[in-house]
């Protein structure tokens, strides 16, 4: 399959190895960093460097990689598919459930596979939580507690734009673990949202992005799911990140270890007794990229699980009171 890489930096490099080692063929990327772009040449030195998205779909692609500033993913999200081109876009693939809704049909319309980098759901510790759920093992979950506290905050400035954004530390954060919880669950309804937004320990005021919410969220069956995500915490470590799902006399919990963001364990809990499940070494960071390589190679076309975006967008417009 002939790949093609919108924006080469950090995450979309990183992508592009995972894709490479999964067999694709990686024809072209674009981006106007030649800093940026002399990386992806390292890794994929076939490869032409274009000018931009036009360029790379006049390559004839099967399939396209989108990892740019989150204004621009869905529009160009669509404008892919719309040539018949497969997409992987980096979160959020759109900064309001309308965009994300806009590219979903675009995906259908055009019967081309859309993937979303959800890549905490690939990690080993969750691959062993969400059975115990999905099959009954931990009785009826009744609660779930997530957290994401990251001691540092984005690096550029349109993340602290809203318009640009679409939000601060929930969509930026949050939207991994709001999208772990109803995975897990398997996208219960949810019946209520409640939230509070804080920038520099404020009230959000307008144009401002949060670096503090919490939020809760009750399924139409009663389930109760609780978030805190932040940016700039003074957390005592670099990131404080965990899903505990809390059943009947039993639990399961998803945490990082000694603050570190690629770190992950899984445990079950039986009163104060806890078991583990998985832990480190984990190489999952690729895990989703290389899946939809997978699934683009195998010729897989529109797939009804893309709808679940839309409910994850859904939740955090609920967040955000829009």
């Known amino acids: 399959m002939r790949v093609g890489f919108l924006g080469t930096g950090w995450i979309g490099r990183h992508r592009m190895a995972a894709m490479i080692e999964a067999g694709i063929e990686a024809v072209g990327y674009a981006d106007p960093s030649d800093e940026m772009a002399g990386e992806a040449a390292q890794l994929a030195p076939a490869a032409d460097r274009v000018d931009g998205l036009d360029e790379l779909l006049a390559l004839g692609l099967d399939g396209i990689v989108v990892a740019t500033p989150s204004a621009l993913h869905a529009e160009q999200s669509i404008r892919a598919l719309e040539a018949g081109v ?13 965009e994300v809704q806009a590219v979903v049909d675009a995906a259908r319309k055009a019967d081309r596979l859309l993937g979303l980098d959800l890549s905490y759901r690939h990690t080993e510790a969750m691959r062993r939580i969400r059975p115990l759920i ?5 009785g ?43 995975w897990a669950l398997d996208f219960p309804e949810i019946a209520d949202v409640q939230a509070r937004l804080l920038a520099k320990g404020r009230p959000l005021g307008p144009g401002q992005c949060e670096d503090y919410a919490v939020a809760t969220l009750t399924t139409g069956e009663g389930q109760v799911i609780t978030l805190a995500c932040s940016w700039n915490l003074p957390a005592g ?24 963001f690629f770190d992950f364990v899984a445990e079950r809990t039986r009163g104060t007794a806890t078991e583990p499940l998985a832990g480190p070494p984990d190489d999952w960071g690729g895990r989703a990229a290389a899946d939809w390589a997978r699934r683009l190679s195998s010729c897989e076309k529109f797939s009804a699980e893309a709808e679940r975006f839309v409910d994850v967008a859904r939740v955090l417009d609920r967040i955000y009171g829009r």
């Open 86 to 98: 497969a997409v992987f876009c980096q979160k959020p693939l759109g900064r309001t459930a309308a």
């Open 140 to 182: 009826r979950v009744s609660a779930v507690d997530l957290v994401f506290h990251n001691a540092y905050g984005p690096g550029k400035g349109w993340f602290f734009d809203p318009a640009q954004s679409g939000g601060g530390c929930v969509i930026d954060l949050g939207v991994h673990l709001v999208d772990l919880a109803l």
């Open 237 to 260: 470590r670099d990131a404080i990140i965990g899903a505990s799902f809390y059943g009947e006399g039993q639990g399961a919990a998803f945490r990082n270890v000694d603050g570190s």
């Open 134 to 138: 999905q099959f009954g093992e931990l």
